[in-house]
């Protein structure tokens, strides 16, 4: 890294568009002959369909086509799962693409109406007749779990008997015997005990999902515009359900508006409109509404934790055992049971030391809507456990939060610390990201302002997490060894014009995180050039090499390494090059700055862009150098990356009303050296609020019968401008030791700690009134309750 | 049935006939062939849909095309002065006041009606003004920042 590129706040380069209506998402396309797709879905939580009649519906003014199941029944692969855990006895249930015979949840789509308008589609789908007969619905995931309950599914996909709706048991244990921990703090320490619902939650990304199919019966060629996190992947994934060649499908995710994990999975109604373009030889969109991202994009978290923590009588932690009942919802969606496992249980140990540790994980087929990664997923509610736990830990022994967990925390290292559940972490400084926290917020005299007492019946608190995350995913080896079915590396081309312009093509899939702006700042510091010679390709798979997707932290923690390697390719190549043409040898040829000169003679020098236009003429190139200036690079990580960090909520909540202000938040996060610090910040506050959310206001809810009553914007309550104070988001930078760049990843960082960090807060405001557990989220209502409750009254 | 509407859109004047039922942001979108103003629900809560009706912000998916018989209407791609981005763009760009971008159309425009009401709102005023305008991706801190900015732009602008 050479130049000051690398680290400056310049604004984003895909902001023209975005800021002036000019950007283009996949509801904004239009095509020649182009029809409109609406999707029936079954509004039963579970029933069986005993009939269908589509007469009326296909009669109706501007409809094209209606069909069912009985039409894509083996012309459409079931949904396929692509994360096969091991060693965890998987039971992957059927998932059709259109529901033919039983619903198991009240997205599940029954039929599809073509028409020439959206307007006439939607009409139609209300003269659809559909016959159910009810059956038992079951949401929780611990209910399911227990005998009697309502059964989803007989068998799987291989025929296997599915019981007690169990799609896998998964375990991790590492360290000491657990056991012996646990009863050591029973005689002679302390046990702490918990349970923890972490509720289910609906991503709402901005843009809701949508597909636009195109297909060339003459070619046989399929092209299709969808707002997907990951367009190679689904394009591998549409080919084994619809049976399109993957050579002859291009995949384009076009401007895609937010995703936080919903984004990531395959989804029926995307393949039931490649179904409808195939069969009508014409363009097909189909965009879904709100109410149906609702009912039928996927849902995060969900779940039933029962949580024990063992240690000593001075506060050092000696054991965790959990077990957790996952909901995945009605199927397994792509890479559902991976979250709850692999992403959640490895990082069971945080930040801290813990000798001896098991959790059981028991995914559970219910009534939901399907349960995918949701950001962070799998980590915050890792990082919930344990902060809450060495919170509750911190009351019972009369210590401050602050102090356990410096008492706990592994030492600083730089260079590798393997834990419990065998991970080995990059690099990380838990103490000193607290310390600098508690220092920069003043926590202590905070501390003594609360020893004063409520205020006007409001009563303060404090709530800390200290967090690490595993992102940068990962090793392709280790993808495989954990069942991902793909590979978790990714590649960039950086190909070089002769007037010095650069284009590259790059597998990953920003959708608002802005690496169209930070991958040109990696490329510009690599080799001088300017960032607005830079442009970025992604998105369209036709266009850019493999990609494994954006989600997890990944995309500039592997893609901004594959892109970063590629350009030290060309400056090899142009070293040698610029020694040709100024007649030296190689060896002396020194790089600064875009330009490559003879060592001690900067004036004998040739730029980069010399040597591109040299390079692409070719008319005097070195015996052996092929022409061009052009480099490929596939970027395999050799392990994870572990941004970790501190965070500090401060709330006041009102005794009077149970409502809780959160009146200031600090997040320090270190993510290693921050390519555009900025960027780097919005990643944090979006993070930060969503997690907010998640402790103070958001959840689905489900009536008995399994229907989704929080279904719409009006009853699911995402934090809006006025409930939010101003962040404070500051940073420590420790590079990772196996990275070109030393950079970590910052997208789920916010999630990921502030959900405890106020949740925390929330308790130590409510500790002088006896509270000492309220489910989440946190809504006045449930917060004065159980203040009344406490409180005897 | 059909009823005729004229719409000025962008100061580019239309004439359709449309059924009543037909909402102003479709109409925008699928006959005015502006897709800068988005539909993000279908309960009228998101706002990426807002758009300026005679000066005034307005969710244009809660209006119907025959309400805004005769009105003028301004859209995203209606608020740059030619190639010169009005204040409020420009500080959204330099605050870094948007990720994905879906919910910024709505949410400047609803910006533009909170400052033609209140010249020079304080955070507080500012959040409580675009608290009807849902964002997932910034947590709205650099959205207030850059309203804040172009409030003090436009001040400036005009002594």
């Given at each position: 890294m050479s130049s000051r590129i690398f680290g400056s706040r310049i604004r984003r380069r895909e902001d023209p568009r975005l800021i002036t209506g000019s950007a283009v998402y996949t509801g904004d396309i239009e095509l020649p002959g182009m029809v409109h797709a609406a999707m029936l879905r079954c509004g039963h939580a579970h029933a069986r369909i005993t009939r269908i009649a589509t007469e009326q519906a296909e009669a109706a003014p501007g409809v094209v086509a209606v069909y069912t199941g009985v039409d894509t029944d083996g012309v459409l692969q079931p949904m396929p799962c692509a994360w096969l855990l091991p060693d965890a006895e998987l039971k992957i249930a059927p998932y059709p693409c259109?529901?033919?015979?039983?619903?198991?949840?009240?997205?599940?789509?029954v039929a599809v109406v073509v028409a020439e308008s959206a307007h006439e589609a939607y009409d139609a789908l209300d003269l659809i007749e559909v016959d159910y007969e009810p059956l038992p619905a079951v949401i929780d995931p611990e209910e399911a779990a227990r005998a009697g309950a309502p059964e989803?599914?007989?068998?799987?996909?291989?025929g296997d008997d599915i019981s007690g709706n169990q799609a896998f048991h998964w375990t991790v244990a590492g360290g000491g015997d657990v056991e012996l921990a646990f009863a050591e703090a029973e005689a002679d320490g302390v046990v702490i005990k918990e349970r923890i619902l972490q509720q289910r939650l609906i991503p709402n990304a901005m843009e809701t999902r949508g597909a636009v199919a195109q297909y060339n019966r003459a070619t046989g060629e399929l092209t299709l515009w969808n707002t997907t996190q990951n367009p190679h992947i689904l394009r591998f994934l549409c080919s084994v359900v619809t049976g399109v060649p993957e050579d002859k499908l291009r995949v384009i995710a076009p401007e895609v508006g937010g995703g936080f994990g919903s984004k990531i999975a395959a989804y029926p109604a995307d393949f039931v409109t490649v179904f409808c373009a195939m069969r009508l030889g014409r363009p097909v969109k189909w965009i879904e509404s709100r109410s149906e991202n609702y009912q039928a994009t996927t849902h995060g978290r969900d779940h039933v934790q029962d949580v024990e923590l063992a240690a000593t009588k001075d506060g050092r932690i000696t054991g965790l055992r959990c077990t957790v009942y996952a909901g995945m919802g009605a199927y397994l969606s792509t890479a559902a049971p991976g979250i709850p496992t692999i992403l959640h249980g490895l990082m069971l140990s945080g930040c801290y030391t813990i000798p001896a540790l098991k959790e059981d994980v028991y995914g559970v087929y219910t009534n939901g809507v399907p349960v995918e990664a949701y950001r962070g997923a799998g980590r915050p509610e890792a990082t919930f456990i344990l902060e809450r736990l060495v919170d509750m830990l911190a009351n019972r022994l009369g210590m401050d939060p602050a102090d356990v967990r410096i008492k706990n925390f592994i030492p600083k290292f730089d260079d590798g610390h393997e834990v419990v559940t065998t991970l080995n972490y990059d690099s990380g400084d838990y103490p000193g990201a607290l310390s600098k926290l508690l220092e920069h917020t003043g926590y202590r005299a905070l501390r003594e302002r609360q020893r004063a007492g409520p205020s006007n019946g409001k009563y303060m608190g404090l709530g800390l997490t200290s967090y690490v995350e595993i992102c940068g995913l990962g090793p392709s080896q280790v993808a495989g060894a954990i069942g991902f079915q793909g590979g978790l590396w990714e590649s960039a081309i950086v190909r070089f014009h002769p007037t010095g312009k650069v284009h590259v093509f790059i597998g990953a899939s920003p959708h608002g995180q802005g690496e169209e702006t930070t991958f040109a700042q990696i490329v510009a510091s690599e080799i001088g050039v300017d960032v607005a010679d830079v442009k970025i390709f992604h998105g369209d798979t036709d266009s850019t090499p493999m990609g494994w997707g954006t989600y997890g932290s990944r995309t500039t923690a592997v893609g901004g390494a594959a892109l970063a390697l590629a350009v030290r390719k060309i400056r090899d190549k142009a070293k040698v090059v610029a020694a040709h043409l100024l007649e030296a040898s190689v060896e002396d040829m020194d790089y600064e700055d875009g330009k490559f000169f003879v060592k001690g003679s900067p004036d004998r020098a040739k730029t980069i862009q010399d040597v591109a236009l040299m390079a692409n003429v070719a008319w005097t190139l070195p015996e052996g150098v092929e022409a061009g200036l052009e480099a490929t690079t596939f970027y395999d990580p050799p392990n994870f990356v572990f941004p970790y960090g501190a965070h500090l909520a401060v709330v006041e909540v009102d005794a009077r009303t149970g409502h809780v202000e959160l009146t200031g938040y600090t997040a320090l996060d270190d993510c290693g050296p921050q390519i555009n610090p900025t960027i780097v910040e919005g990643q944090v506050h979006g993070g930060v609020v969503q997690g907010v959310g998640q402790a103070l206001w958001e959840g689905a809810a489900y009536d008995e019968?399994?229907?989704?009553?929080?279904?719409?914007m009006l009853d699911y309550a995402l934090p809006r401008a006025d409930q939010l104070p101003d962040l404070d988001v500051i940073s420590t930078v420790t590079p990772s030791p196996h990275h070109p760049l030393g950079v970590k990843g910052v997208g789920e960082a916010g999630t990921i700690a502030s959900t405890a960090a106020v949740y925390n807060a929330v308790m130590d405001a409510l500790r002088p009134l006896g509270v000492t557990r309220v489910d989440m989220p946190l809504t006045p209502e449930r917060v004065w309750r159980a203040i009344q409750e406490a409180q005897g009254s | 049935m059909k009823v005729p509407v004229r719409i000025t859109v962008n100061g580019r004047r239309f004439e359709h006939e449309v059924e009543p039922r037909l909402l102003l942001a479709h109409y925008i979108r699928d006959?005015?062939?502006?897709?800068?103003?988005?539909?993000?629900?279908?309960?009228?809560?998101?706002?990426?849909c807002t758009v300026l009706i005679d000066g005034v912000s307005a969710k244009s998916c809660t209006t119907l095309a025959v309400q805004a018989d005769g009105a003028n209407v301004t859209t995203i791609e209606g608020l740059a002065d030619g190639d010169a981005l009005h204040p409020l763009q420009e500080s959204f760009w330099d605050r870094h006041g948007l990720q994905c971008g879906f919910c910024t159309p709505g949410m400047i425009l609803a910006a533009y009606e909170l400052l033609r009401t209140n010249a020079s709102p304080s955070d507080a005023e500012i959040r409580h003004g675009l608290e009807g305008n849902l964002c997932r991706c910034t947590g709205y801190q650099n959205i207030v920042r850059a309203v804040r900015d172009a409030a003090a732009q436009m001040a400036a602008a005009d002594q």
């Amino acid at each position: 890294m050479s130049s000051r590129i690398f680290g400056s706040r310049i604004r984003r380069r895909e902001d023209p568009r975005l800021i002036t209506g000019s950007a283009v998402y996949t509801g904004d396309i239009e095509l020649p002959g182009m029809v409109h797709a609406a999707m029936l879905r079954c509004g039963h939580a579970h029933a069986r369909i005993t009939r269908i009649a589509t007469e009326q519906a296909e009669a109706a003014p501007g409809v094209v086509a209606v069909y069912t199941g009985v039409d894509t029944d083996g012309v459409l692969q079931p949904m396929p799962c692509a994360w096969l855990l091991p060693d965890a006895e998987l039971k992957i249930a059927p998932y059709p693409c259109i529901a033919k015979d039983v619903v198991r949840y009240t997205g599940d789509v029954v039929a599809v109406v073509v028409a020439e308008s959206a307007h006439e589609a939607y009409d139609a789908l209300d003269l659809i007749e559909v016959d159910y007969e009810p059956l038992p619905a079951v949401i929780d995931p611990e209910e399911a779990a227990r005998a009697g309950a309502p059964e989803l599914h007989a068998k799987d996909i291989n025929g296997d008997d599915i019981s007690g709706n169990q799609a896998f048991h998964w375990t991790v244990a590492g360290g000491g015997d657990v056991e012996l921990a646990f009863a050591e703090a029973e005689a002679d320490g302390v046990v702490i005990k918990e349970r923890i619902l972490q509720q289910r939650l609906i991503p709402n990304a901005m843009e809701t999902r949508g597909a636009v199919a195109q297909y060339n019966r003459a070619t046989g060629e399929l092209t299709l515009w969808n707002t997907t996190q990951n367009p190679h992947i689904l394009r591998f994934l549409c080919s084994v359900v619809t049976g399109v060649p993957e050579d002859k499908l291009r995949v384009i995710a076009p401007e895609v508006g937010g995703g936080f994990g919903s984004k990531i999975a395959a989804y029926p109604a995307d393949f039931v409109t490649v179904f409808c373009a195939m069969r009508l030889g014409r363009p097909v969109k189909w965009i879904e509404s709100r109410s149906e991202n609702y009912q039928a994009t996927t849902h995060g978290r969900d779940h039933v934790q029962d949580v024990e923590l063992a240690a000593t009588k001075d506060g050092r932690i000696t054991g965790l055992r959990c077990t957790v009942y996952a909901g995945m919802g009605a199927y397994l969606s792509t890479a559902a049971p991976g979250i709850p496992t692999i992403l959640h249980g490895l990082m069971l140990s945080g930040c801290y030391t813990i000798p001896a540790l098991k959790e059981d994980v028991y995914g559970v087929y219910t009534n939901g809507v399907p349960v995918e990664a949701y950001r962070g997923a799998g980590r915050p509610e890792a990082t919930f456990i344990l902060e809450r736990l060495v919170d509750m830990l911190a009351n019972r022994l009369g210590m401050d939060p602050a102090d356990v967990r410096i008492k706990n925390f592994i030492p600083k290292f730089d260079d590798g610390h393997e834990v419990v559940t065998t991970l080995n972490y990059d690099s990380g400084d838990y103490p000193g990201a607290l310390s600098k926290l508690l220092e920069h917020t003043g926590y202590r005299a905070l501390r003594e302002r609360q020893r004063a007492g409520p205020s006007n019946g409001k009563y303060m608190g404090l709530g800390l997490t200290s967090y690490v995350e595993i992102c940068g995913l990962g090793p392709s080896q280790v993808a495989g060894a954990i069942g991902f079915q793909g590979g978790l590396w990714e590649s960039a081309i950086v190909r070089f014009h002769p007037t010095g312009k650069v284009h590259v093509f790059i597998g990953a899939s920003p959708h608002g995180q802005g690496e169209e702006t930070t991958f040109a700042q990696i490329v510009a510091s690599e080799i001088g050039v300017d960032v607005a010679d830079v442009k970025i390709f992604h998105g369209d798979t036709d266009s850019t090499p493999m990609g494994w997707g954006t989600y997890g932290s990944r995309t500039t923690a592997v893609g901004g390494a594959a892109l970063a390697l590629a350009v030290r390719k060309i400056r090899d190549k142009a070293k040698v090059v610029a020694a040709h043409l100024l007649e030296a040898s190689v060896e002396d040829m020194d790089y600064e700055d875009g330009k490559f000169f003879v060592k001690g003679s900067p004036d004998r020098a040739k730029t980069i862009q010399d040597v591109a236009l040299m390079a692409n003429v070719a008319w005097t190139l070195p015996e052996g150098v092929e022409a061009g200036l052009e480099a490929t690079t596939f970027y395999d990580p050799p392990n994870f990356v572990f941004p970790y960090g501190a965070h500090l909520a401060v709330v006041e909540v009102d005794a009077r009303t149970g409502h809780v202000e959160l009146t200031g938040y600090t997040a320090l996060d270190d993510c290693g050296p921050q390519i555009n610090p900025t960027i780097v910040e919005g990643q944090v506050h979006g993070g930060v609020v969503q997690g907010v959310g998640q402790a103070l206001w958001e959840g689905a809810a489900y009536d008995e019968s399994g229907q989704l009553v929080t279904g719409s914007m009006l009853d699911y309550a995402l934090p809006r401008a006025d409930q939010l104070p101003d962040l404070d988001v500051i940073s420590t930078v420790t590079p990772s030791p196996h990275h070109p760049l030393g950079v970590k990843g910052v997208g789920e960082a916010g999630t990921i700690a502030s959900t405890a960090a106020v949740y925390n807060a929330v308790m130590d405001a409510l500790r002088p009134l006896g509270v000492t557990r309220v489910d989440m989220p946190l809504t006045p209502e449930r917060v004065w309750r159980a203040i009344q409750e406490a409180q005897g009254s | 049935m059909k009823v005729p509407v004229r719409i000025t859109v962008n100061g580019r004047r239309f004439e359709h006939e449309v059924e009543p039922r037909l909402l102003l942001a479709h109409y925008i979108r699928d006959l005015g062939g502006l897709t800068g103003t988005k539909v993000g629900c279908d309960t009228s809560q998101c706002g990426s849909c807002t758009v300026l009706i005679d000066g005034v912000s307005a969710k244009s998916c809660t209006t119907l095309a025959v309400q805004a018989d005769g009105a003028n209407v301004t859209t995203i791609e209606g608020l740059a002065d030619g190639d010169a981005l009005h204040p409020l763009q420009e500080s959204f760009w330099d605050r870094h006041g948007l990720q994905c971008g879906f919910c910024t159309p709505g949410m400047i425009l609803a910006a533009y009606e909170l400052l033609r009401t209140n010249a020079s709102p304080s955070d507080a005023e500012i959040r409580h003004g675009l608290e009807g305008n849902l964002c997932r991706c910034t947590g709205y801190q650099n959205i207030v920042r850059a309203v804040r900015d172009a409030a003090a732009q436009m001040a400036a602008a005009d002594q």
